[in-house]
């Protein structure tokens, strides 16, 4: 992932452009609001139509450049190669579901990404690589059209017994359930300081039984059942075109789901949430781990000109 130090930066799968690079960015288009997906209905006995639900499809961003280095054309067709090899990538090319990433940076804003396809890559003309100079056209497809923050946030939260609201009475006898944590002590609290729902990725490590997942202010859970042992994990991503339930990095756990628990509609909504955990834990080591990035309408507030 390549640093955007400079205003008017963008970062294309891991390759720098604009300012102080050999791509020179001319334009950008595609970062006002996406298209629709319309489910308007046509009137069968009247003029007009019934209005449906509106979706927005994929975001599509389109961005002029040229390729410059003055008088050295073999550093240019390196670039353009360069850019070819980005666009190919065989690990998400060839994997269904595999993403790029492409970020961007404007003046007095924190960078943004978002998560598609690299769907062009071309060099437009090579009547002037002699000199050094060869303009291309990038085309980067989003399939979720919300741009994300590039900060990745994250917490940890262990079941801890010593927590508890009703605390425990000598002896203790395993297994131990341990409830929910008192949020004053360990609340769990996170943060989208975006205005659209957040999309997090969960990590529920073991030993542990049946864990549940909930955030408060939503309501929305997400409970498994399943046993997981010392070393054993379960992750669950709820990104879209992207969902999967995964037991130790590989195997397909989503049938541990409950029916109530829904990927689609777990997200952290814009705010201050909660988020708290429960599960059967003998030894008291196991850990929940949740992250997100910040989701936004748009890729700033104010409307500047790419330059």
């Given at each position: 992932m390549a640093a955007l130090t400079t205003d008017y930066q963008a970062d294309l799968a891991g390759l720098l452009l604009g300012p102080g690079t050999p791509y020179v960015i001319g334009d950008v288009v595609g970062l006002g609001a996406p298209e629709l997906r319309t489910q308007d209905v046509d009137s069968a006995t009247e003029?007009?139509?019934f209005p449906g639900v509106d979706y927005y499809g994929a975001r599509t961003v389109r961005i002029e450049a040229a390729i410059r280095t003055p008088g050295d054309p073999a550093a240019a067709f390196d670039a353009l190669a360069r850019l070819h090899e980005v666009a190919s990538?065989?690990?998400v090319r060839k994997t269904a579901g595999a993403l790029a990433v492409l970020r961007l940076r404007q003046p007095g804003r924190d960078v943004r990404r978002l998560y598609g396809r690299i769907r062009r890559a071309n060099e437009v003309s090579t009547s002037q690589a002699i000199y050094g100079w060869i303009p291309v056209e990038i085309e980067?497809?989003?399939?979720?059209?919300?741009?994300?923050?590039?900060?990745l946030q994250s917490i940890s939260l262990p079941l801890d017994?010593?927590?508890?609201?009703?605390?425990?009475?000598?002896?203790?006898?395993?297994?131990?359930?341990?409830?929910?944590?008192?949020?004053?002590?360990?609340?769990?609290?996170?943060?989208?300081?975006?205005?659209?729902?957040?999309?997090?990725?969960?990590?529920?490590?073991g030993p542990v039984?049946?864990?549940?997942?909930?955030?408060?202010?939503?309501?929305r859970a997400l409970e498994l059942g399943i046993t997981l042992g010392v070393g054993e994990w379960v992750d669950i991503e709820t990104r879209p075109g992207t969902r999967w339930v995964l037991r130790n990095g590989?195997?397909?756990?989503?049938?541990?789901?409950t029916s109530a628990s829904r990927l689609d509609l777990f997200t952290i909504p814009p705010g201050t949430s909660?988020?708290?955990?429960?599960?059967?834990?003998?030894t008291n080591s196991a850990r929940l781990a949740l992250s997100w990035r910040d989701a936004y309408t748009a890729l700033s507030k104010e409307n500047e000109p790419w330059r």
């Open positions: 003029d007009g139509t990538t065989p690990s980067f497809t989003a399939t979720d059209p919300r741009f994300n923050d590039d900060i017994i010593s927590q508890t609201t009703q605390g425990f009475k000598a002896p203790l006898v395993s297994p131990i359930t341990t409830g929910v944590a008192n949020p004053s002590v360990r609340p769990g609290w996170v943060t989208n300081a975006g205005d659209l729902p957040a999309w997090p990725t969960v990590r529920i490590t039984t049946n864990p549940k997942v909930w955030i408060v202010e939503t309501g590989s195997g397909n756990a989503s049938t541990a789901l909660e988020i708290r955990w429960t599960a059967t834990d003998y």
